[in-house]
């Protein structure tokens, strides 16, 4: 297919496409006229960027993904260095949700100081 029809399938733009090739992440087959060629697997390539970022990993973090369905894997996370990604991101996840929990606790402590009415939780008639 070309690369048109490969944007189209995929949801996403040629630029969008072209950009992945321009960054090692899709390869395309040239025609003797020029034309990039894409099969099946450079779908599952472009569908397995696409899934990765739309859950917040950044393009270079799609690699070892990318990397494991070129090897042949069925799947993009199947590989050790597809899993340490993950790792990785879960435990900035992980840092995130620390910190917005602190700020929830000091949100919560100064809305309580103010009036304890007013604190999004269930209160035992307290505020009847």
């Known amino acids: ?4 029809e490969l944007a189209k399938r995929a949801g996403t733009t ?13 390869e395309a087959q040239r025609t003797s006229n020029g034309y990039r ?4 697997h450079d779908l599952r390539l472009v569908q397995e ?16 993904f990318v990397a494991c369905l070129r090897a042949g894997h069925e799947s993009g996370d199947s590989c050790p260095d597809s899993r340490e990604v993950y790792r990785r991101k879960l435990a900035e996840v992980d840092a995130c ?3 917005l929990q602190t700020v929830r606790e000091f949100l919560l402590a100064r809305l309580a100081f103010q009036d304890p009415c007013l604190v999004p939780e269930p209160k035992e008639f307290l505020c009847s």
Request: aromatic share 8%; no cysteine; hydrophobic share 35%.
């Open 49 to 64: 960027i696409q899934s990765l970022q739309a859950v917040g990993l950044s393009l270079e973090d799609t690699r070892p």
């Open 37 to 40: 060629e894409y099969d099946e």
């Open 1 to 4: 297919m070309r690369i048109g």
């Open 97 to 99: 949700l620390e910190r």
């Open 14 to 26: 040629t630029r969008a496409l072209r950009f992945y090739e321009s960054q090692g992440l899709l």
